[in-house]
């Protein structure tokens, strides 16, 4: 517990320094707080089972010698699922409020939600605005919007909100009887372990993610039938191509466990899946993440990013993820029946390996500075396809001196302009896929993927659970007359 928390100041943030610190340095440049509150967020935290008005109250203090005049305002005003009462009146905007000099008032939230209503977001959340010449303040509201069971934090460290929900030697199950919301940051800590159901859904507020720190456990243990679905809070139709909702899963090292992901759907994150060392960067000390049987799209960012690091997938789509589908940064890598697929008009290559990447560290100075971290990257691809609508090609590497990148590529379709030794019995074709732009992967009758993949690799099914023939086809799904097709509606 003790070393996450130095981690959470540290490492935690690094990825989103330059924005932090550009939002920190705006505000205080522009605002001149006055006002202090009894709190900064207000939950309401009954768990809605039926149409529920619940309220809340917290205290607006002036804490200087003078007297204090302020404009309160309900953010998302009359079609907030919020009101407000102040000094005895109801409304969603007030004028020329007087608190009186080391003196305070009280503001009761009242807050109406329905439930049973599939079109209400999961948490409801609006703001109560704090304004005059001088200061712009703001307070958060926070509700359930429909039942299910909520991940809500109770600590903060810097500007990082979390909650430990597998503490170490503690395993916890998360269940399939309702859906389960993470509000911030869902933290499985050192020695800990989370398992998760077949078909639960797993929803994230804005900026939130699942954490499983270094030597932590993740197995989820999805189905064919019932996948486990990794999304934003948001479900309104609206919101289905905000592609970055929520943050990431995270995944440090460990030395005691594989982290096992089966038939996972993780979307409309900043980055799907993130593997990542946070202290120990040899590899060869860690295990390994292994995701099989998974969809991982439409992400703002990366769908896949691994440094120091080691990942295995099998019959996974990786798709339609708006800069980068899969970077792999030293480590171990092996990839066999991977659909990685990209026609977004993206700008990069869907696929790299490299043999480094760079951190911001401590120097002996107390001094941040961005280091390289350098080791030898390791990638056997297999029976995968690597294609999208990129001239230039849909795969590269990245290298410096000092560590080597080793990569095969073997019974593969990928669009490349000119292969080489690292390409053995490889195609640069298009696949040939049902339809690109709706991301179904399935294969047309005439594909060259169909009976072009090598045997022996063990895997007898595609990503739908279907079996494959003798010859296995290239790709995360096997061919089959659209008639015997499975619904891919089963697997979103």
């Not at 809340?56 to 404009?71: A, G, K, L, S, Y």
């Not at 697929?341 to 560290?361: C, K, R």
């Not at 690799?457 to 290239?474: E, K, Y």
Request: one cysteine or more; charged letters at 15%; hydrophobic letters at 35%.
């Amino acid at each position: 517990m003790l070393q996450l928390l130095r981690h959470i100041g540290y490492f935690f943030w690094l990825p989103f320094c330059v924005l932090a610190l550009c939002t920190q340095c705006n505000r205080h440049n522009t605002l001149e707080e006055k006002l202090t509150f009894s709190s900064d967020t207000v939950y309401f935290d009954t768990v809605f089972t039926t149409v529920s008005t619940v309220t809340r109250n917290f205290r607006v203090i002036n804490p200087t010698d003078e007297p204090m005049t302020v404009n309160i305002r309900l953010a998302g005003g009359p079609q907030s699922y919020y009101n407000i009462n102040v000094d005895g009146q109801a409304g969603y905007e007030f004028h020329n409020v007087e608190i009186p000099a080391r003196d305070s008032l009280f503001i009761f939230v009242r807050a109406l939600i329905n439930p049973t209503d599939q079109n209400t977001p999961y948490l409801v959340t609006d703001s109560i605005l704090f304004s005059n010449d001088h200061i712009l303040q703001q307070v958060q509201l926070v509700a359930f919007g429909q039942d299910a069971h909520f991940i809500l934090p109770d600590h903060t460290s810097g500007s990082m909100r979390y909650r430990i929900v597998a503490h170490e030697h503690e395993v916890t199950h998360w269940t399939n009887d309702k859906p389960w919301v993470i509000y911030d940051w869902a933290v499985v800590d050192s020695l800990g372990q989370l398992i998760i159901d077949p078909g639960t859904r797993i929803y994230v507020h804005k900026a939130g993610g699942l954490w499983i720190y270094r030597d932590g456990n993740l197995q989820v243990n999805g189905t064919a039938e019932e996948p486990v679905v990794f999304a934003g809070d948001r479900r309104e139709p609206f919101y289905a191509s905000d592609y970055a909702q929520w943050s990431r899963i995270w995944i440090n090292e460990s030395s005691h466990q594989d982290n096992v992901l089966n038939h996972v759907v993780i979307t409309n994150a900043a980055i799907g899946l993130q593997c990542s060392a946070i202290t120990d960067y040899n590899t060869s000390h860690h295990n390994k993440t292994i995701v099989n049987n998974s969809i991982i799209h439409n992400n703002a960012d990366v769908g896949v990013l691994v440094r120091a690091a080691n990942l295995e997938m099998n019959n996974c789509q990786v798709s339609s993820n708006q800069n980068y589908s899969v970077v792999m940064q030293v480590g171990d890598f092996n990839l066999n029946h991977v659909t990685v697929a990209n026609y977004s008009g993206h700008q990069n290559p869907s696929m790299v390996v490299g043999n480094f990447f760079d951190v911001v560290t401590l120097n002996a100075n107390g001094e941040y500075e961005t280091v390289y971290m350098i080791g030898d990257a390791n990638l056997n691809c297999r029976n995968s396809i690597v294609y999208g609508n990129r001239s230039d090609g849909e795969f590269a590497t990245s290298t410096i001196q000092g560590a080597a990148v080793n990569y095969s590529f073997q019974n593969c379709i990928v669009r490349k302009n000119e292969f080489d030794n690292h390409f053995v019995l490889c195609l640069n074709k298009d696949p040939k896929f049902v339809n690109n732009y709706e991301q179904d992967y399935n294969l047309k009758e005439d594909s060259p993927a169909i009976d072009a993949g090598m045997t022996g690799l063990g895997i007898t099914t595609d990503l739908l659970g279907r079996l494959r023939n003798g010859v296995p086809d290239i790709g995360a799904f096997e061919y089959y007359p659209a008639t015997d097709m499975k619904s891919r509606l089963s697997i979103r």
